[in-house]
């Protein structure tokens, strides 16, 4: 498979909405240049970012914006930027990376229901990891530590009701286009296609950019607990089986010669 | 142990309150008069009425509201009454009896919490046999069906405040006070005593009487969610106990010659 070959791909994944620059940029240097050290080159830079169809001007903007909040950091070498995660950048990309890049086989398939004292605010039992179901009865993973004194249940059958309070209709319906693309594209990408490093580059950072800004917006819920529909770890198995693939380049792959 | 030793602890169980005399003659009945076909003679009733320190007048405006009620019908032979539960008081009798006379082994030890899904009437789930702890969320034995479409659970550990929120303080306050003089009762009559048939009537009939005013009241809560100080399965021990020991008189024994 040829680079032009992915463009209805990288379209398709485009064009799913949600593509901020500045938050693309994170995605991309959160899947190309995460390890200590590593940094991205202007050149390298400007050509993933053409590639998803982001005017250089736009990059510019977008990466002024994230050096000036402490995610970027840039330092000039003769004629060539490189562009690297900050400290804290880092930090919170790799703190990230943990729930984005988790295996299926690591979802945790227990779940419990808690029920709080009615003290605990919202947003801490949230924090916590867990999911909202109606006043002070929340959902989550069976090992995840409740704040404050509540009651830590779990069972056997989940009614609709349940799985239905658990998650906006229109996360169930983003997961669903970003499913049918991802699945779609995995039938194209054979493991057999040498595609060439930029175009993998290009690639891995719109899956994992699209996957990221679901994945990130709800706390992990137990399969048991899903709603009908729910593609949310269907995409996974997607989402990671195509990583698995479509290798990350090595910087090396990626110089381009001014 | 003679009868008149019974005094302090019948005039005890009498002082309890809540001694609605045609409340009461419904424990008598429950007690003494159960079986199909049974009834108690005129002055036998009058004896134990007297014995539980009611006038023979009051006891009279009591049969003939449970009369009216269709909960008791009398006939006269001769210059005797016979009074006996009518076929649907005895129905509500047995009913009654499942839970007033079950014994402490039979205790359902594993529960339930279940949470509704807000459609079900409140009244729907207390029938059944659950006991309210917050908006949409009920607890219960183990076993028992839920109304309607519920997340029914359980856990291992249950907090503080999920056993204080299942029944009111004062009937933590009334089964204490119960406990606190079937103690006393308990260590008073021991099994060797010959109590004399009319005293062991009054003493069953009492400590029935006493009990049933609070098992009924809520519906069965199983041990690991109730409250500190909770003496309701205490409680039944002792009553099974007193009741096993102070034996049921026969009919023939009660009677009275005129």
């Known amino acids: 498979m040829l680079s032009e070959d992915l463009t209805p791909w990288t379209t398709a994944l485009t064009d799913l909405g949600g593509q901020r620059v500045w938050s693309l940029l994170v995605s991309v240097f959160g899947d190309l240049a995460q390890e200590e050290g590593a940094s991205i080159e202007g050149p390298v830079l400007s050509a993933i970012m053409t590639a998803m169809d982001v005017r250089p001007e736009a990059t510019r903007v977008a990466l002024h914006r994230l050096r000036n909040d402490g995610w970027i950091t840039s330092e000039k070498t003769g004629r060539t ?14 703190l990230a990376s943990q729930r984005i890049y988790a295996r299926p ?6 779940w419990q229901v808690i029920i709080t004292d009615g003290h605990e605010p919202k947003e801490e039992v949230r924090e916590a990891g867990f999911t909202q179901i109606a006043h002070r009865i929340y959902a989550g993973p069976r090992g995840l530590a409740a704040p404050g004194d509540t009651l830590a249940l779990t069972g056997d059958h989940v009614p609709d009701w349940v799985r239905e309070s658990i ?5 169930i319906q983003e997961y669903q286009s970003l499913y049918s693309i991802l699945e779609q594209v995995s039938a194209a990408v054979s493991p057999q296609d040498a595609l060439p490093p930029l175009g993998r580059a290009v690639l891995r950072c719109l899956i994992v950019h699209n996957w990221r800004r679901l994945v990130l917006r709800h706390p992990d819920i137990p399969p048991a607990l899903c709603p009908a529909g729910w593609r949310g770890h269907d995409c996974r198995v997607l989402v990671t089986g195509l990583l698995d693939r479509v290798s990350r380049p090595a910087p090396a792959e990626l110089k381009i010669s001014a």
């Open 167 to 171: 998650v906006p209709q229109r996360l």
């Open 105 to 110: 086989e690591d979802t945790c398939l227990s």
């Open 81 to 94: 930027s490189r562009h690297s995660l900050t400290r804290s950048g880092r930090a919170e990309t790799i």
